[in-house]
């Protein structure tokens, strides 16, 4: 059987350094969580949130699925905004997508994939919503457009839950924003799509 015994040495390797440098670190961490961000991206091994952001254990509460999408009847996404909001009390959530994105390549292509098709009818919707866009564009182009389109519609879509609405009729210090991050250079943008109370 294999049993991956690299990654357990990786392991204790890692947390012998933190030590090193903060012998009360994970006493501390283990006592609670009160990270300021709930991030919301890609599945993709590239685009890790921590590591991107140089965030450390703690400072970050994460969400992954394909192609970062908010989707209201999506029970584990939805339960993940929930408590972010109204139990860590994060004052930030960041939707980030990636150029180059496969979830969104293959929204826009017209192969078929099986099960995951069903998941990429939601950036199908983002292509309808905003078709006159696209028209003009070539295909990189229409690419690059619609990684930024869908994280544009998912911020819009986390604006409208239930959960966001309540904590600012509450007047609860809550920012939506909308980032786009580049696995060519590591480099993240700002779509300035982003919402406040
Ligand atoms: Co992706």
């Given at each position: ?6 990654l357990f040495n ?8 933190i030590k090193d440098k903060?012998?009360?670190?994970f ?9 300021e961000y709930?991030?919301?991206?890609c ?9 991107i952001t140089?965030l450390?254990p ?19 996404c ?8 109204e139990?860590?009390k994060?004052?930030h959530i ?8 496969g979830?969104?390549?293959a929204?826009?292509?017209d192969h078929e994939?099986g ?5 990429l009818?939601?950036?199908k ?5 905003n078709?006159s866009?696209?028209?003009?564009l070539e295909?990189?182009q ?5 990684c ?5 519609e ?16 509450q007047?609860?210090?809550l920012?939506?924003h ?5 696995i ?9 799509s982003?919402?406040?109370?």
């Amino acid at each position: 059987m294999k049993t991956l015994k690299h990654l357990f040495n990786d392991n204790l390797i890692w947390a012998a350094s933190i030590k090193d440098k903060d012998p009360n670190f994970f006493t501390r961490l283990s006592k609670q969580q009160s990270p300021e961000y709930l991030w919301i991206g890609c599945s993709d091994s590239r685009v890790p949130a921590n590591q991107i952001t140089n965030l450390q254990p703690g400072e970050v509460f994460v969400h992954r699925n394909i192609a970062n999408i908010v989707v209201h009847t999506d029970l584990n996404c939805l339960s993940v905004i929930q408590y972010a909001v109204e139990i860590l009390k994060v004052k930030h959530i960041i939707v980030c997508g990636h150029y180059g994105c496969g979830g969104i390549k293959a929204a826009l292509e017209d192969h078929e994939h099986g099960l995951i098709d069903n998941w990429l009818r939601h950036i199908k919707d983002v292509i309808r919503f905003n078709q006159s866009e696209f028209d003009q564009l070539e295909h990189e182009q229409k690419l690059d457009l619609l990684c930024e389109l869908n994280v544009k519609e998912q911020v819009k879509n986390i604006c409208n839950t239930t959960i966001v609405k309540n904590a600012w009729k509450q007047g609860k210090e809550l920012s939506i924003h909308g980032w786009i991050y580049s696995i060519e250079n590591g480099i993240l943008k700002d779509l300035d799509s982003s919402t406040t109370l």
